[in-house]
């Protein structure tokens, strides 16, 4: 457990306010927690999906973010225009490694950037004629693609282009979904606005024009839900539903395409990995069509087991034997992992701070390992992600909402971890510290980390970067300067 008792919690959050004003240090409060396993709903200890206080430094994205970005530029037939200036696009383009198999021009688009490129002149006369056009010239040089979805970015709600109207008009010209998504990015409180626009989008424009259309089902197929394919995750989680015997009808949305969501209402269980990406689309798939959806966690073998057996559950003798049997199957190579890796990582504290499930999905993998998890954070997390992580953070351990690049710092510098996991914005901050850190977004350009096969990588990457000789011979520029002001005093 923590070494730090609640008081002492509660005595840094505290002391960490101090440099702020009396208003921003009442509002930072509301962010700030001691952990209470204890308490049944994270609102009475924490407030999340707020609004940034203007002058501190957010780490969190942008609507657009969350919709391009996250929910649809994954999927991989499609050609997704940031109708915009050009640098959004740019930006989101392929950052995010959501691999996919395909021919990339040919019958796949994600690593491409395809943009209106907003000039001026385009933001004085609007630009639904550009974006007319430019969908008749994607049609021309790019075939063989299965549909188009155009990404709003911040100009186009405030000049106000129909691109309503463009889509439904170029729809019936080409014959293929063109879907307006309105994720203009000043639009919420952050990126998470963008997962809920996108997903009604897909309900709006993807989902009903299946309605009615003949599928062959079973009575094991699944969609796997959430599972944005980043560095191979999807493919590891896909190796165990297929083992375990159900049928992957759809991947939402890495590695994904427009005909596997349309056929996603035809599945008997939605299994969603990211609920705050994915549970607007699963709770409307639950009421219109009667799927059932069940949160399942892939990282690390103790989740991974309660998972499959959860999962399980839902159907058949048959099925469950088979789970049993990938469990025994799958146990030797993971006590050999844990028996490699465990001496070498027991003890060790891990701070974290990343979006989506990652702050509390990825705790049970850290434990399988030995380390403690002192800290954790999301950069978006509504308060139901909370109640899902008080449970399993340790007791008096730190909870941080939408946390400051200030306050990070802070408590990094007094918690003092072995390692941090966070994002690549806070990623050379601390390696200047001298701190390991983990890019938990992205998975530092390895992975996948889901499932046996991942956990084995995730293992290996813990322990590279804990055993890494580098942060032990890093002095920190204050600590530089503070060397030098006692080297000239003497």
Known sequence: MTTLSREETDALIAEVLE???????????????????????????????????????????????????????PIKDMIHISHGPVGCGQYSRAGRRNYYVGTTGIDTFGTMNFTSDFQE????????????????????????????????????????????????????AIDKPVVPVRCEGFRGVSQSLGHHIANDAIRDWVLD????????????????????????????????????????????????????????????????????????????????????????????????????????????DSVKEKTEAVIARYKPMMDEIIAKYKPRLQGKKVMLYVGGLRPRHVIGAYEDLGMEVIGTGYEFGHNDDYDRTIKEMGDATLLYDDVTGFELEEFVKRLKPDMVGSGIKEKYIFQKMGIPLRQMHSWDYSGPYHGYDGFAIFARDMDIALSNPTFKNLTPPWKKVAAEEVKKAA
């Open 209 to 316: 024009k299946r309605d009615g259309a003949a599928f062959e089902s079973t009575p094991y197929d699944v969609a796997i839900i959430g599972d944005y394919n980043i560095g191979g995750d999807a493919w590891a989680t896909r190796i165990l539903l297929e083992e375990m015997g159900l049928r992957v009808v759809a991947q939402w949305s890495g590695d994904g395409t427009i005909a596997e969501m349309m056929n996603t209402p035809k599945v008997k269980l939605n299994l969603l990995h990211c609920y705050r990406s994915m549970n607007y689309i699963s709770r409307h798939m639950e009421e219109k069509y009667g799927i059932p959806y069940l949160e399942y966690n892939f990282f690390g073998p103790t989740k991974i087991i309660e998972s499959l057996r959860k999962i399980a559950a839902f159907f058949d």
């Open 19 to 73: 440099v702020y004003p009396e208003k921003a240090q009442k509002d930072r409060a509301k962010h700030l927690a001691t952990n209470d396993q204890t308490v049944e709903q994270s609102k009475k200890c924490i407030t999340s999906n707020r609004k940034s206080l203007p002058g501190v430094m957010t780490i969190r994205g942008c609507a657009y973010a969350g919709s391009k970005g996250v929910v649809w530029g």
């Open 121 to 172: 002149k385009d933001i004085v006369f609007g630009g639904d004629k550009k974006l007319a056009k430019l969908i008749e010239e994607v049609e021309q040089l790019f075939p063989l693609h299965k549909g188009i979805s155009v990404q709003s970015e911040c100009p186009i709600g405030l000049i106000g282009d129909d691109i309503e109207s463009v889509s439904k008009k170029a729809a019936a």
